[in-house]
């Protein structure tokens, strides 16, 4: 599909995302601890964005309830491993299948029932409430206190005395996500999500097998976000229901993705890298005497930008030339 | 089960059930004129009940005193929102119009954990721990007084919308805006009343429940999904729906409550939620 475009040319379109890479690989070698705290954040949320654009970007469905996906990651390689002694990193596929199964019910649900955006939205934030409450009040699950990860002190069992481990695993994560949805973005799938979102009655009435890709869509969503919740229950080693499973982090990875322009392949990168290192920098700074106030700031962003800045960053980014965007997703919003 | 018991909850159930009505009302009328999906709504009312405590705490005003200057504070922060902020991104479609309230969302509450700080407050009123009993049932005075209130403002919101000038053209730009601006309705200054009108009423419920609640800043979004809940209930866009709606979820929260705990009963609704949407998209009492 390439073939079109002589190789000098390829290599300069992607030329910005591999300095990206390259300067996200040496970063924590001149960084303190505390940054590289705040890089592995940004980059989980990178992840986490870069997995929802490919319901709410791509697809078009606007999911309210990918905390599910999360805590349904983070839980399942908990408890396998709190009570199997299964290492998270087989527990991070048996997590992953559950959030997959879970998103295509919700896929099959939406489609059975030819809901429209707007139900679509209210049954996925029902469903993340349902969720939430179930977790805090089942003992079973930690309830409201959590669960707490016993250290076995291996790589085996996805844990590492250095936060560079860390740092280069959801690195990892990120770029193969990126990588991913660049991919879709040429594949047959996702021209397929891009016809769902943009016509769905269109795209059924010219063979598009509209239940089967938004499924699909929602699988590889899932999936990711359920690694991304594993990740973080190993980083923090700790699970409880507020961070795991909580409205608040959805909103976040909404916002972020938003911010950078939803439904591009850059924005949901864009996004968090600019936005979590801004959060925590005020966080650390002022979180002792002005607590919230790095959300007060997202919202007040992300109000900005959609007021002034429809498209995202990246939108206004390929307004002004700086960045080559494919045209299809440029004009997207 | 004693047969007082049922009695209270439902009655109880009830008596919220009118608060969510207003609540639902409000929102429903923000979604009619617009197409925005306000998932701020609760936070606004929020704003409203921390406002009412700090009016009491600076000067000693008790909040129930406050509910008209905050309605028409309200009403102007709402039109002015409309025309600001709201307005100019209705045209990119509904979902861009609910990320923008969740922006609010983040904005506002997290405005009040600024300014208030995070600790549970409850503020007193004139009326606060007085109880009223009707035969077995033991209620208390602030549900009463704010759910009668909440009646009565449901009623004059009914009336107001089926019955006078502006709410006729409410109505008609709920229905057809292009239609509605061909008849020389100012579209407009219509929806900026009317959102005005939704955010003002929300100032004026918050006053007057106040009493009902122990507020914290991040409550507003539960009270949102309350309000949406009772606004897919009886109908998105449904006005009488809205008033039946807040009815029946207040009384399936008392009952679920009362025959399988907290955690339940506060599921309740969302599953609840879940089936109308599947099963009878329009609303309980839309055609099917």
Known sequence: MEAANPPARDIRRHLPGLLLLLAAVVAPWFMSGNWINILILSLLFVFLCVAWNIVGGLTGEFCIGHSLFLAAGAYTSTLLYIHLG???????????????????????????????????????????????????????????????????????????????????????????????????????????????????????????????????????????????????????????????????????????????????????????????????????????????????????????????????????????????????????? | MPIDVLLQATTQGLLMGSIYALVALSLTLIFAVGGLLNFAHGDFMVLAMYAAFAVLAAVGVDPYLLAVPLFGLFFLVGTGLFRGLVRPVLSEGLLVGAQLTLGMVFVLQNAMLLIFGGDHLSVPTVLSNRNVAFGTVILPLPLLVASAVAAILSIFLYVLLMRTDFGRQVRAVTQNRDAAALMGIPIVRVQAKAFGLGIGLLGLTGAFLVAQFTLTPSMGLDLT??????????????????LGGGLIIGVIEGLGTLFFGGTVGAMAPYVALVLVLLLRPHGLFGEH
Not at chain 1, 252 to 267: A, C, K, M, N, Q
Not at chain 1, 305 to 330: D, E, H, Q, T, W
């Open chain 1, 86 to 333: 299964v290492s998270p990193w087989i527990g991070m596929f048996a997590g992953g299948a559950i959030a997959a199964a879970i998103g295509m019910f919700i896929a099959w649900l939406s489609f059975r029932y030819a809901l429209p955006h707007l139900s679509f939205a209210l049954v996925t934030i029902a469903l993340a409430m349902l969720g939430y409450l179930a977790i805090s009040s089942i003992d079973f699950l930690g309830a409201s206190r959590g669960l707490t990860l016993p250290v076995r002190g291996s790589a085996w069992y996805y844990h590492f005395r250095s936060d560079l481990a860390f740092y280069y695993i959801i690195l990892a994560h990120a770029v193969a996500a990126v990588l991913l949805t660049m991919w879709l973005y040429r594949s047959k799938a996702g021209l397929y999500f891009r016809t769902i979102r943009d016509n769905e009655r269109a795209a059924l009435a010219i063979g598009v097998p509209s239940l089967r890709y938004k499924m699909l869509a929602m699988a590889i969503s899932a999936f990711m976000t359920a690694l991304a919740g594993v990740f973080y229950a190993q980083f923090l080693l700790y699970v409880e229901p507020k961070t795991f499973a909580g409205l608040t982090i959805v909103i976040e990875i909404i916002l972020f993705t938003v911010v950078g322009g939803t439904g591009t392949v850059w924005g949901p990168v864009l996004g968090p890298l600019l936005l979590v290192p801004l959060g925590e920098v005020l966080r650390a700074e002022l979180g002792g005497t002005a607590p919230g106030l790095h959300l007060f700031v997202y919202g007040l962003l992300l109000i900005a930008v959609i007021r002034f800045m429809p498209g995202g960053l990246m939108a206004a980014l390929s307004k002004l030339g700086a960045l080559r965007v494919r045209p299809s997703s440029a004009k997207e919003a």
């Open chain 2, 225 to 242: 999904l309350l309000a949406l809940i009772v606004m897919v209930f009886g109908g998105i866009g449904n006005f009488l729906g809205c």
